[in-house]
Nanobody, 115 residues
């Protein structure tokens, strides 16, 4: 069973920064588009940012200019750098790998933005 290993969640104050990491096996990392989703209490899971094997990125409108997704092809890891965080960014963040109809999910990281 393929696993995505996430790390980096936690508590941050409004206006602060946090970086999430997601490591994937080589067989997945080199072919799959990688991305981050989040799910707040009582809400549906939503897309945050994605990055293709080529490096092409896309972002949800509500994080553009604040969040940055990147990938390290040596470490087989995708990062989500979150800056100028807001209380509404509070959610469980999930790493995702996608290729055609195949979807793989990480276990989820709690991110809380609060003073």
């Amino acid at each position: 069973q393929v696993q995505l290993v996430e790390s980096g969640g936690g508590l941050v104050q409004p206006g602060g920064s946090l970086r999430l990491s997601c490591a994937a096996p080589e067989s997945i990392f080199s072919r799959y588009a990688m991305g981050w989703y989040r799910q707040a209490p009582g809400k549906e899971r939503e897309h945050v940012a994605g990055i293709a094997p080529s490096g092409f990125t896309n972002y949800a409108e509500y994080v553009k200019g604040r969040f940055n997704i990147s990938r390290d092809n040596v470490k087989k890891t995708v990062y989500l750098q979150m800056n100028r965080m807001k209380p509404e960014d509070t959610a469980v963040y999930y790493c995702n790998a996608g290729f055609q109809t195949d979807r793989i999910w990480g276990q989820g990281l709690q991110v809380t933005v609060s003073s």
